[in-house]
């Protein structure tokens, strides 16, 4: 279950790691073996006051003149504190935010009737508002004046505004062209203009440029057999229609991108969003009427019941995410074109839809055939608390002689289908085999580079800790029949304990299922490997038992058929030789190599997920992840690690190959068994970088990027490429060397081939060319 924790008012901030420019050499890393002093983890002493008080003896008269200035003074206290009294009932009582449904509720509103919200001094209310899509079809005077004036006017406080917007030339999924469309004129031209648009209306706009068009984002095939249940036979039949439905879901897994890129200007801010409203919005869209903001909000933080029968979510705790949803257009799911989340389900309203489509989520063949049918089912599996209504009604437009006009089609044509009931009728074709054909061959274009990050990397979204505690963060991901957890203690985790001091918090993203392994020859050693553990909560228990906090409760899903994009395969096929990339076995074999990097992908937002759930501040502390079977030969030298984290050496600029972004998080990562690209079996990152490092992997996935055919022909080039675009800032280093072992006879031991070095030139190596980058490679299957 995603979620997204709303941060406290009083963060610590985070230090910019910039290399050193004071630094008389640089520093070298690999040989670098000298220890740092520890960290000293600052100490507040809690004095007290106290009021001696002196007696002495005093005769009649000065007892007498002290009974009357006590007696004057009494007088005119009571004076004032009637006058006080008397002002204060004539004055009408201050509102504050709606609290939530486990506090004391606000008195229910009429839905006309508006809110106005004062914020505190300490803490004013901030709302944020992101609008996606594309330039050519963006319309803004409509949004200014019944969406977000109304948020300024009925809710008070700052409004940060995230313009996820591309500035390609317009796509349609509807080949017909109406008059209204073909009448169009765009309102802006530039990305600049629309932002100094909004900043010229008092909006505080918090993206700094456009987004890249993702050309041609990958789609698995189950989704596209779903939208396809909705065809007649007639349809069926015609290749051009499955071209279409191509086009479709492409569309749908570019929202869901978008989705990422709004949640991550949103975290970027480092605003506290807790006491406002978190809204979406696709670029076209306007609404018939001024929204009663009001209303909304208070649903938000003060839900109305709901019909037990009609609550078809998957999860149900106390506290879940709350959504308003528009209740007409709902095709039976959950309209698309937008919504209003409480800010606690933000996290969960822009990731799940990306995560959905990258795991390639199996979906329920009765449910869904449709992407409203899909969102509903993704946000039933994170338990939001939907409410419907009819007061918001969103309306694709056009420009026409420079005014906005509602689509002729949708103005009056509300298709208000029953909300509660609609979701349930049987998808048809459910039971039917469907043949595609292929009609999508026209289709295909050639790929663009596409730019998701879009921001500086992410502060971690945590209250700040107490006393100025240290706290570190480690995430071990994997399967538990390989799990080793004996040398992670010895070697990683207790040092970090004992070196940077503080707690540690532990997420264990591990699934039950049987051990995968890519290589198909069994070793000696592999044969005899006996799991440590069989259940999950027995690893669970045997760190609490060693005294550190596992923040994960339950065993992570393992995805069975992940997404995997053919020039990513393709990639990896560069390196075989002359005869093996005749045989289909080849790419068999790289098809489940790649699944399993996807599967490390997806793995890392679970760590960032847990991550965040925690509600700490790890800004002073390090953030580390390992693959579930890897130890170390030696104790780590944490020590050094965090120093470096935190006050990174400089390094030569002719080797610093990533982008120069304002923000550089630092990452320690191993510099033997790089393959030319990075280690990809764990680093060590600060906090700073840790949004970037769990999803940067993903992201690439989830969008199909582009690849450099030069540069990218193993997941740990992969890797490379994708956190220089994050702009990370490495420091390679021998002392840190992980090795994946086996347990024999109860006993940890290394893989035996593994114990050599094979240490190529980090700083050189990712220049050299990959092999065969100028060949066309054809994908071989049996």
């Excluded at 299922?513 to 259940?535: E, P, W």
């Excluded at 989830?702 to 675009?725: G, V």
């Amino acid at each position: 279950m995603l979620r997204h924790t709303p941060k406290s008012t009083s963060t610590t901030p985070t230090p910019t790691p910039t290399a050193a420019s004071n630094r008389s050499s640089y520093t070298d890393i690999e040989t670098n073996t000298g220890k740092t002093d520890k960290p000293i983890t600052p100490s507040r002493s809690k004095s007290r006051n106290h009021y001696h008080h002196t007696t002495t003896p005093m005769g009649p008269g000065a007892i007498l003149s002290r009974l009357l200035g006590v007696g004057i003074y009494t007088v005119i206290i009571v004076q004032f504190m009637l006058a006080f009294i008397v002002e204060k009932q004539q004055q009408p009582p201050p509102q504050t935010a709606p609290q939530r449904r486990d506090q004391e509720a606000a008195a229910p509103l009429d839905n006309n009737q508006e809110v106005a919200v004062a914020s505190s001094t300490n803490t004013p209310i901030t709302s944020f508002v992101c609008i996606n899509g594309q330039l050519e079809r963006l319309e803004l005077d409509n949004k200014i004046e019944n969406l977000l004036n109304p948020i300024k006017e009925q809710i008070g406080g700052n409004i940060d505004i995230a313009l996820i917007i591309t500035e390609n030339k317009a796509i349609y999924t509807k080949a017909k062209i109406s008059e209204q469309r073909a009448q169009h004129q765009p309102q802006f031209t530039k990305y600049h203009e629309a932002v100094d648009y909004l900043t010229s209306k008092g909006f505080n706009v918090v993206s700094n440029g456009p987004v890249e068009h993702a050309k041609d984002p990958n789609v698995y095939k189950e989704y596209l057999w779903r939208l396809a249940q909705l065809a007649g036979d007639k349809k069926l039949k015609d290749p051009e229609f499955f071209a279409y439905d191509k086009r479709r879901a492409q569309n749908h897994v570019r929202q869901a991108i978008s989705g990422e890129l709004c949640y991550r200007h949103m975290a970027a801010t480092g605003t506290d969003y807790s006491k406002g409203i978190v809204t979406r919005w696709r670029d076209d869209v306007g609404f018939l009427k001024e929204l009663p903001i009001g209303q909304f909000f208070k649903w938000l933080h003060d839900p109305p019941p709901v019909d037990p029968e009609y609550d078809l979510a998957v999860v149900k705790t106390e506290n879940r995410p709350t959504m308003v949803t528009p209740y007409c257009r709902n095709w039976q799911g959950l309209n698309d074109r937008g919504a209003f989340v409480h800010p606690d389900g933000a996290y969960a309203y822009f990731m799940s839809p990306m995560v959905s489509f990258t795991r390639a989520r199996p979906l329920p063949k009765d449910r869904v055939c449709n992407h409203e049918r899909f969102l509903r089912d993704t946000y039933n599996q994170e338990g939001f608390l939907f409410i419907p209504t009819k007061d918001l009604y969103p309306v694709p437009m056009f420009r026409n002689d420079g005014k906005g006009v509602f689509r002729e089609d949708e103005k009056d044509n509300t298709l208000c289908r029953v909300w509660w009931k609609s979701y349930r009728p049987d998808c048809p074709r459910q039971d039917e085999e469907i043949i595609f054909l292929d009609g999508s061959s026209s289709e295909q274009q050639s790929s663009q580079q596409q730019q998701i990050a879009a921001t500086q990397p992410v502060k971690p979204q945590a209250a700040a800790a107490e006393d100025g505690e240290i706290r570190s963060f480690v995430c071990i991901n994997g399967q538990l029949e390989r799990l080793e957890l004996d040398n992670k203690l010895e070697n990683l985790l207790i040092p970090i304990r004992e070196d940077i001091g503080g707690t540690v918090d532990i997420a264990l993203v591990v699934s039950e299922n049987q051990a995968l392994y890519t290589k198909v020859k069994v070793s000696d050693q592999r044969a005899k490997h006996k799991a440590v553990f069989d259940h999950y909560y027995e690893a669970v228990e045997y760190l609490t038992k060693q005294g550190f906090n596992v923040v994960s409760t339950e065993p992570s899903p393992h995805s069975v058929d992940p997404m995997v994009y053919p020039e990513y395969e393709i990639r990896l096929a560069q390196l075989a030789n002359d005869k093996n990339i005749k045989t289909a076995y080849l790419f068999e074999r790289n098809h489940k190599r790649a699944q399993n990097h996807v599967r490390q992908a997806i793995s890392g937002e679970s760590c960032y997920r847990h991550m965040m759930e925690t509600g700490h501040d790890y800004s002073r502390g390090i953030v580390s992840r390992w693959r579930d079977d890897v130890g170390f030969e030696h104790r780590l030298d944490v020590a050094s690690f965090h120093a470096w984290l935190h006050d990174p050496p400089a390094i030569k600029p002719e080797q610093d190959l990533a982008e120069k972004k304002p923000f550089r998080p630092t990452m320690v990562t191993p510099y033997c068994r790089n393959w030319n690209g990075l280690n990809d079996r764990g680093a060590f990152v600060h906090p700073g970088g840790a949004y970037a490092y769990f999803m940067a992997p993903l992201n690439v996935f989830s969008a199909a990027m582009p690849l450099p055919s030069k540069r990218i022909c193993n997941f740990e080039r992969l890797l490379r490429w994708a956190y220089n675009r994050e702009g990370f800032y490495y420091i390679p280093t021998r002392q840190l060397y992980p090795v994946p072992m086996y347990n024999v006879n109860g006993t940890g031991v290394f893989r035996e081939e593994e114990l050599k070095l094979m240490c190529l030139s980090f700083w050189n190596s990712y220049s050299v060319d990959c092999p065969r980058n100028n060949e066309t490679i054809t994908i071989l299957r049996d």
